[in-house]
């Protein structure tokens, strides 16, 4: 472990985390391998409201997607606990590209929208949950060590430059190419990169009993029974309804404005908002403890939430969705970190999946009613999603915060090499 730890008492940073014995082995296929997270929604998205006309209908499908991504993750974290990463990816990418392929050849066949909602499930349930097993190996590698939280803010800058690349991308292939390039961009991505990462054995995380035995933990223990754990689940909702209404609504603006081109890049600003300010929270150490500043970071994210359905203009729309970017990664990073210090070793990956599900849920309604506002009352009014899903999210982060206390076996991180100092917790 004191190749992880920082002995010079400086705070440690990107560089010496990429040091990290082992990690590129899983940092790189990684990298490929969740790209087509951000890509299926708005694949699916563009290519069912070009085969069926309504945003509606288009949200709809998506959403079936995130619904039961966020019903299926969990299970399949625990599995990959249970019996390792590998014996769960597999799998897994194998029938979401079967899936997703079902679902492209439906839609331009002009198949009925309930068969399309029935594709649309198991091309959700399938999504690889290769974030939360970096996580998990990030957290197997830097348990205890100043290094866990530079972990979490570089993985929420990897998500975020996902969300960059993955929107973009999918929706210039769609834009440009046809109509159904982009889901089928993400089929192929899904599987060759999961492919490579499933191959990296000797990162993988040791899993079962073995892991429980290790951490001195109960085996088997479920994340969802430890109520910190369903706190941050209700904040991942919110967060969820941010990704999800803007989407939609972004699609829906450019299109009602005759730009539809611009779609790509007011979400790339977004998103760009967000990775920023990731690099921020990794490179600076924060006095603040972690459940103030999930509380006062969420806060922010709200008000600037609040104000997207005001905007008429790209700039103005560009400039807020910038801001709301910006208020997103403090909120994901310190929830992610939070989270590490309520659960046992046992559980990681089910707990990261826990949260990455109530993001593809949240995103999986936001889409669905923004859908809906778009179509009955114009492109302005999805954005009411995202102000709505925030705010109850922080009212139930303000009246449940006092269960964010971490374990009483996490109150303590390293600091250097041998020594142990108490874990800031407000």
Same mark, same amino acid.
């Given at each position: 472990?004191?190749?992880?730890?920082?002995?010079?008492?400086?705070?440690?940073?990107?560089?010496?985390?990429?040091?990290?014995?082992?990690?590129?082995?899983? &940092?790189?296929?990684?990298?490929? *391998?969740?790209?087509?997270? *951000?890509? +299926?929604?708005?694949?699916?998205?563009?290519?069912?409201?070009?085969?069926?006309?309504?945003?509606?209908? =288009?949200?709809?499908?998506?959403?079936?997607?995130?619904?039961?991504?966020?019903?299926?993750?969990?299970?399949?974290?625990?599995?990959?606990?249970?019996?390792?990463?590998? %014996? #769960?990816?597999?799998?897994?990418?194998?029938?979401?590209?079967?899936?997703?392929?079902?679902?492209?050849?439906?839609?331009?066949?002009?198949?009925?929208?309930?068969?399309?909602?029935?594709?649309?499930?198991?091309?959700?349930?399938?999504?690889?949950?290769?974030?939360?097993?970096?996580?998990?190996?990030?957290? %197997?590698?830097?348990?205890?060590?100043?290094?866990?939280?530079?972990? =979490?803010?570089?993985?929420?800058?990897?998500?975020?430059?996902?969300?960059?690349?993955?929107?973009?991308?999918?929706?210039? $292939?769609?834009?440009?190419?046809?109509?159904?390039?982009?889901?089928?961009?993400?089929?192929?991505?899904? &599987?060759?990169?999961?492919?490579?990462?499933?191959?990296?054995?000797?990162?993988?995380?040791?899993?079962?009993?073995?892991?429980?035995? %290790?951490?001195?933990?109960?085996?088997?223990?479920?994340?969802?029974?430890?109520?910190?754990?369903?706190?941050?689940?209700?904040?991942?909702?919110?967060?969820?309804?941010?990704?999800?209404?803007?989407?939609?609504?972004?699609?829906?603006?450019?299109?009602?404005? @005759?730009?539809?081109?611009?779609?790509?890049?007011?979400?790339?600003?977004?998103? *760009?908002?967000?990775?920023?300010?990731?690099?921020?929270?990794?490179?600076?150490?924060?006095?603040?403890?972690?459940?103030?500043?999930?509380?006062?970071?969420?806060?922010?994210?709200?008000?600037? =939430?609040?104000?997207?359905?005001?905007?008429?203009?790209?700039?103005?729309?560009?400039?807020? @969705? +910038?801001?709301?970017?910006?208020?997103?990664?403090?909120?994901?990073?310190?929830?992610?970190?939070?989270?590490?210090?309520?659960?046992?070793?046992? =559980?990681?990956?089910?707990?990261?999946?826990?949260?990455? @599900?109530?993001?593809? $849920?949240?995103?999986?309604?936001?889409?669905? #009613?923004?859908?809906?506002?778009?179509?009955?009352?114009?492109?302005?009014?999805?954005?009411?999603?995202?102000?709505?899903?925030?705010?109850? *999210?922080?009212?139930? &982060?303000?009246?449940?915060?006092?269960?964010?206390?971490?374990?009483?076996?996490?109150?303590?991180? %390293?600091?250097?090499?041998?020594?142990? #100092?108490?874990?800031?917790?407000?």
């Amino acid at each position: 472990m004191a190749s992880t730890v920082n002995s010079s008492g400086k705070r440690p940073g990107y560089g010496q985390l990429l040091r990290t014995p082992g990690a590129l082995s899983f &940092l790189i296929p990684g990298f490929a *391998a969740r790209q087509p997270f *951000a890509m +299926l929604t708005i694949g699916i998205v563009l290519l069912v409201q070009h085969t069926t006309g309504s945003y509606g209908s =288009a949200g709809a499908v998506a959403a079936a997607t995130g619904v039961s991504m966020a019903v299926f993750a969990p299970q399949s974290g625990k599995f990959a606990d249970r019996f390792g990463q590998r %014996a #769960v990816l597999i799998p897994g990418v194998l029938v979401h590209a079967a899936s997703v392929s079902l679902l492209v050849a439906l839609a331009l066949g002009g198949a009925p929208l309930w068969a399309l909602f029935l594709a649309a499930v198991p091309a959700g349930a399938s999504v690889p949950q290769v974030g939360p097993m970096v996580r998990a190996r990030w957290a %197997a590698k830097l348990d205890g060590t100043p290094l866990m939280q530079t972990s =979490a803010a570089f993985e929420s800058v990897t998500d975020e430059f996902t969300f960059v690349v993955g929107p973009v991308l999918a929706t210039a $292939l769609c834009t440009g190419v046809h109509p159904a390039a982009g889901l089928i961009a993400e089929a192929g991505l899904t &599987l060759v990169g999961g492919l490579f990462f499933a191959a990296q054995r000797a990162t993988q995380p040791a899993h079962g009993a073995v892991a429980a035995a %290790a951490h001195g933990d109960e085996p088997h223990r479920s994340a969802l029974s430890i109520p910190g754990v369903r706190v941050l689940i209700v904040a991942f909702l919110g967060i969820g309804s941010v990704f999800g209404g803007m989407q939609v609504s972004l699609t829906a603006f450019t299109e009602e404005i @005759g730009n539809p081109g611009a779609n790509g890049v007011l979400y790339g600003v977004f998103a *760009a908002g967000n990775m920023l300010a990731g690099i921020a929270m990794g490179a600076f150490a924060w006095k603040t403890g972690p459940r103030r500043r999930l509380i006062l970071g969420y806060a922010g994210l709200t008000a600037a =939430a609040s104000l997207l359905w005001t905007a008429h203009s790209v700039v103005l729309l560009g400039a807020l @969705g +910038l801001v709301v970017g910006l208020c997103i990664a403090p909120a994901l990073i310190t929830g992610y970190t939070i989270v590490e210090t309520l659960i046992p070793a046992s =559980a990681r990956t089910e707990a990261f999946t826990w949260l990455t @599900g109530a993001v593809a $849920l949240g995103q999986a309604a936001a889409v669905t #009613v923004a859908g809906r506002l778009a179509d009955a009352h114009g492109a302005s009014t999805g954005f009411l999603v995202p102000m709505a899903g925030t705010a109850l *999210a922080l009212v139930t &982060l303000l009246a449940l915060r006092s269960r964010l206390r971490p374990r009483e076996a996490s109150r303590v991180a %390293a600091r250097g090499v041998g020594h142990r #100092v108490p874990v800031t917790v407000d």
